[in-house]
């Protein structure tokens, strides 16, 4: 009979001392520094797609090549920071992907100055640069399953997940800024920067684990056998099994939210510039909408799941996914009749979208994996979302170019009904006990 590691349950711990406390603000400070740093060298695409299209002479179809070869690098970087996060040490890990995005993002800069002939320089170089921005979620929160106890997990976790909410916020802010005072090539060249101050303060103060600082562990788990009480009934506890499945199925799900995000992320700036004929720096400015709000609703969904539920994930990741559903028909039915209702709608799908999100990637992926497969369990769940986006940057491409803006709003909410039956499917494991989501 297997055991379940991943079952673990946790002592009873004394409080932390103070040294500790210290330490843990040091490992969340530069772990969530460290994942808003990989945004910085990436969303700047997004805002400066506009302008690449036109200084390398692309097709949309063209341009979203670039992003879908992103795409994919940053898929299978996942899952190799599956296996390599257990070969070595996390913080070597990520020291060495972090300098391989801020190099990248340096090449992307020169690329554009190519005009034309940059094009196939940064198509390469964004293939390189998925791969090393693959490291940054799996890697991080395996980093923080060492420091933080069971019973906090969703509160904290929900603050640390702001990394992609405010870091995104911050990246495209930062990038629009850019973009309107210096030119599209400062987009990526200072994006290079900031990560250069990340990177530094990474190596001053980031320890993979209590012990490794010089402190007492934090978190202890203890390793229980999965028995059967009496002969006919099924087990106590979780299998190894039954664990791989609830990662597996949370994938999938992440699959539809992944691909949601992506797609709003990737294309709402140049959406907005097109449909309400705004400049590419106010659309950039107007699009942060989808993350300003979506911060509040990561936030909402950690304190759901710990007051309310108990440390349960699954109902408020339901729950918030019928929401979300709800937010896309509206985009799609009434967004585009003005750039106050596309924001309005736009600001509703990232509170719904972002929640679950959050939950799914994050704290849930450290609850099901435990201590010991917490990156393992974020890196499968993160790699198998990643496919979502993949498909949607070269699907949207497709019906922008036969069939304009409306037509992947629909589509958009399909996706949604998609969504809601697979959280559907993980509240219903939850609640017969296969999952401890």
Not at 87 to 101: C, F, N, P, Q, W
Not at 121 to 131: D, E, Q, T, V
Not at 400 to 427: E, K, R, W
Request: glycine fraction near 10%.
């Amino acid at each position: 009979m297997n055991t379940a590691p991943d079952q673990a349950q946790q002592v009873k711990l004394p409080a932390l001392s103070e040294s500790q406390k210290v330490w843990r603000v040091r490992i969340l400070t530069t772990t969530w520094l460290s994942y808003a740093g990989f945004y910085f060298c990436r969303k700047n695409y997004a805002i400066a797609k506009s302008s690449i299209r036109e200084e390398l002479v692309l097709t949309n179809s063209e341009l979203a090549h670039i992003y879908t070869v992103y795409l994919i690098s940053y898929m299978l970087g996942q899952f190799l920071t599956s296996y390599v996060g257990r070969k070595i040490a996390i913080r070597t890990l990520l020291l060495s992907t972090m300098a391989v995005t801020l190099i990248c993002n340096v090449v992307f800069g020169f690329s554009y100055l190519m005009g034309p002939a940059g094009y196939w320089p940064m198509l390469a170089f964004m293939a390189i640069n998925g791969l090393a921005q693959g490291t940054g979620w799996p890697g991080n929160v395996g980093i923080l399953s060492n420091w933080l106890r069971r019973e906090e997990r969703g509160g904290i976790m929900a603050i640390w997940a702001t990394s992609y909410q405010l870091g995104s916020i911050l990246a495209k802010i930062f990038a629009a800024f850019m973009l309107g005072y210096f030119g599209a090539v400062w987009s990526f060249w200072g994006a290079a920067l900031i990560m250069l101050g990340v990177w530094i303060a990474f190596y001053l103060w980031e320890r993979d684990t209590p012990e490794s600082a010089g402190v007492e562990p934090i978190v202890e788990e203890v390793e229980i056998a999965v028995k059967p009480t009496a002969p006919g009934q099924k087990p106590h506890g979780f299998g190894l099994s039954e664990v791989w499945l609830s990662i597996l199925f949370m994938g999938a799900a992440y699959f539809v939210f992944k691909f949601l995000r992506y797609a709003l992320d990737s294309w709402s700036p140049m959406a907005i510039e097109t449909l309400f004929q705004m400049s590419k720096e106010q659309a950039g400015y107007i699009s942060t909408l989808f993350d300003w709000v979506g911060f509040v609703g990561v936030l909402f969904a950690g304190f759901m799941s710990d007051k309310y539920f108990r440390g349960r994930r699954h109902q408020t990741i339901l729950l918030m996914t019928i929401g979300m559903l709800f937010a896309f028909i509206a985009m799609a039915m009434i967004g585009m009749n003005s750039v106050v209702s596309f924001g309005i709608c736009l600001a509703i799908c990232g509170f719904m979208l972002m929640g679950p999100d959050s939950l799914i990637s994050g704290v849930g992926a450290i609850d099901v994996g435990g201590k010991k497969m917490a990156l393992v369990a974020a890196a499968v769940i993160n790699g198998l979302g990643s496919i979502g986006p993949i498909f949607q940057e070269e699907i949207i491409s497709w019906m922008l170019d036969n069939y304009g803006y409306q037509a992947p709003f629909y589509m958009l909410a399909g996706m949604c009904v998609v969504g809601v039956i697979g959280t559907a499917h993980l509240s219903y494991r939850s609640r017969c006990n296969k999952s401890n989501l």
